[in-house]
């Protein structure tokens, strides 16, 4: 078996949201967020009926799980301030949940763990998207508020910041495929959505510079974003409908956030195909000021699947949204059945590629990367330990395709797996298990190592890739 060898200095690490972790949905002074207005709303929506509430009991045992981390060889986790537990309804900080987040990280940076914190995980407080969420200059306004008041209270004490996890989600999952609160099917109103967070995110950027500036935020602190960048394919042999489509698919779910992270605007021909079938974005005097504040330090890349793309079958869909693909089904690709998505290692490094291709000068770290398996249980052993050998060969291949990237001159310095403790999966609930340790539901989300914890704190200590 041949073995490959990742940097000295690529750093390991836990990726986590406070949602999915957190738990104490009414407690230290939490508000309602949209999460549990779903669940209280339409809690038969929810795999199993677990709803928002859950969490992992992450706040009632994160210093075992920090010295859990920490045994498994990390040196950081990244977990995601929740904007309805540190701020109040007035906008103004909730001392109950400040005091919580300061434990927290003082918890994590005892045990040598370096915090990386993002601020928005698809949590929006329900009381600001009654008030038009993303689509609104007052909610927009809200959120540079709440990160110029987190970057302030925090600025000390934490080194890595992002605005957002995964900004092109809330969009398809909200409002184009419609598979979330509040399931509407409007191509158009994604559109406005994802253009309203990416002012957000400029805003936020902005406050982050201008408290650094003043010595509030530590010199050393950087700011970035985390998306899910799906690296495009199309047949091989492809029309040029074919690429068309590659190239507007690739334009709205990964360079629009390349773009605005690197040169501070949107990819002109992306925005262009969008008006010329009617979706025009709620541009503003000033805006394009705005964006350009958006650059970043580094980025996060989020890798799950790659996106393959042909030529749209049809141009407007049953809601008469426009089409701009359609999806193609790749004869050769190997699937995850849980989650009905693709396992393609090889994308990371092909995301690698075009980052130093296009972006050369940008540094990137792999923030989220795992399998979710269903019925997990069917691979425990006799001794109880679940021998997780596919999340094993998963993990294996992309950190393989990660170490020829950086070879070839990626800029890629460190990986986060996703998510390294089973935890809450929005409303997959628990249905898929993503874990290198699992939380039992049925003995008081108790944590049991799988197969996988073993050999990834081998890789870990050693760095090579066996």
Not at 83 to 110: Q, V
Not at 157 to 174: A, L
Not at 390 to 406: E, P
């Amino acid at each position: 078996m041949s073995i490959c060898t990742l940097p000295e200095g690529f750093f390991f690490g836990a990726a986590m949201s406070g949602p999915q972790t957190e738990g104490a949905w009414q407690r230290y002074g939490k508000l309602e967020s949209l999460w549990d207005t779903w669940s209280n709303e339409r809690i038969e929506d929810f795999h199993n009926r677990v709803g928002s509430y859950a969490g992992n009991d992450f706040t009632n045992r994160y210093k075992e799980d920090f010295e859990l981390l920490r045994s498994l060889g990390l040196a950081s986790w990244r977990t995601s301030i929740q904007w309805t537990r540190l701020l109040d309804a007035n906008g103004k900080l909730n001392p109950e949940g400040s005091e919580y987040y300061h434990r927290l990280f003082a918890s994590a940076e005892a045990v040598g763990l370096e915090t990386f914190v993002n601020l928005y995980h698809f949590d929006m407080p329900t009381y600001l998207f009654r008030r038009g969420g993303w689509e609104s200059r007052e909610v927009i306004e809200a959120y540079a508020t709440y990160a110029r008041i987190a970057f302030r209270e925090f600025g000390q004490e934490i080194k890595y910041w992002f605005t957002f996890n995964e900004p092109i989600v809330e969009p398809q999952q909200r409002y184009t495929d419609a598979v979330w609160y509040p399931f509407h099917h409007d191509f158009a109103q994604a559109r406005t959505v994802q253009y309203g967070i990416s002012i957000a995110h400029s805003l936020a950027v902005a406050e982050f510079r201008e408290l650094q500036g003043t010595g509030q935020v530590r010199a050393d602190a950087k700011i970035g974003l985390i998306n899910c960048f799906t690296p495009p394919y199309t047949k091989e042999d492809p029309s040029e409908a074919d690429l068309l489509a590659v190239r507007m698919a690739d334009g709205i779910d990964n360079r629009w956030w390349l773009d605005l992270v690197t040169k501070g605007s949107l990819p002109e021909e992306t925005i262009g195909a969008l008006s010329s079938r009617g979706i025009n974005l709620p541009v503003r005097a000033g805006d394009e000021q705005i964006l350009a504040q958006g650059t970043v330090d580094w980025l996060g890349f989020n890798y799950y699947r790659p996106e393959r793309i042909q030529a749209p079958e049809r141009d407007v869909d049953e809601y008469g949204n426009p089409v701009f693909a359609s999806e193609y089904a790749w004869p050769d690709a190997v699937m995850n059945e849980s989650r009905g998505w693709e396992i393609y290692p090889k994308g990371i490094y092909d995301f690698g590629m075009t980052m130093a291709r296009d972006y050369p000068d940008l540094e990137w770290f792999v923030s989220e990367n795992g399998i979710g398996i269903q019925g997990e249980g069917a691979f425990r052993d006799a001794s109880g330990t679940i021998q997780d050998d596919y999340r094993i060969d998963f993990v294996r291949q992309h950190l393989s395709w990660i170490a020829r990237a950086i070879e070839e001159g990626a800029k890629c310095r460190g990986y986060h797996y996703w998510g390294v403790i089973d935890c809450w999966s929005w409303n997959n609930a628990y249905k898929n298990r993503y874990g290198l340790v699992e939380v039992n539901l049925d003995n008081g989300y108790s944590r049991h190592l799988k197969k996988s914890a073993g050999w990834f704190k081998r890789v870990t200590a050693t760095h090579a890739i066996e």
